[in-house]
């Protein structure tokens, strides 16, 4: 690994001056897995939980010390993650830990880098799929993923996809369905009281998006992922 990208404009290399000296084994995703032995049963039960968050670790470089400080701030704020081995996902970043610097050098000083971040890979560069009518649309990734949708009409209208209705009580105009907040909402206005049914997911295969009469529009930011 070269370098890395965050927040999809900030290139280590080029704008921090960052050298990568020990690159990171890549992590896996993993499950979230709880076991329960059961009297009477043959082998234990097996409740899936969730996924466990995911940490890159590696050791990179800076030749000038006194730029150090700028670059702890840019990491603290870092939102995203793109690495030079496959720049077509990115991570979604939780929390960085450094270490202090260690003298290399005259003019070269490393340090340790602790990345936590969201469980998967997001694909990169995806434009926002806009909608005026019922219709496909195409998955990518290869599990399942929690969009973010805007919902346009006015009244109480029934957005379907795969075949899962979902009653939104329209009141200004559209309506934000966020699956992975689990939040629907106007504005900075919570309205999960305007909203009957599951928050959707979309698969990595074909999904079926059906606008009930009156939805004029859906928008849909689809946050395609891999493990």
Known sequence: MKKFILNNNIDSYTDLGIR??????????QRIIDT????????????LKGWEDITI???????????????????????TITLSTDNTVYYKIKHVKTSGL?????????????????????LNNVSNINRTSSGTVQGYGNIY??????VYGTGSRTLTINGKPIVLNILN???????????????????????????????????????????????????????
Not at 37 to 44: L, N
Not at 57 to 79: D, H, P, Y
Not at 145 to 150: A, E, F, G, L, V
């Open 36 to 47: 329960i032995e059961v009297d009477g049963r043959e082998g234990s039960l097996t409740l």
């Open 57 to 79: 670790t590696f050791r990179a470089a800076l030749s000038n010390k006194m730029e150090w400080g700028e670059v702890l701030s840019i990491f603290q704020t870092a939102e």
């Open 20 to 29: 990568i000296t020990s690159p990171p084994i890549l992590p896996t995703t």
């Open 173 to 227: 105009g559209h309506l934000i369905l966020d699956s992975e907040l689990k939040e629907c909402y106007y504005g900075n206005v919570a309205q999960n009281q305007n909203m009957t049914g599951d928050f959707p997911i979309l698969t990595p295969t074909t999904n079926q998006v059906t606008l009930g009469t009156g939805i004029t529009k859906v928008e849909i930011e689809a946050r395609w992922r891999y493990l």
């Open 102 to 122: 260690t003298h290399l050098l005259s003019n070269l000083w490393e340090f340790e880098l602790e990345i936590r971040c969201a469980p998967f890979r997001y």
């Open 145 to 150: 993923s929690q969009p973010k949708i805007t």
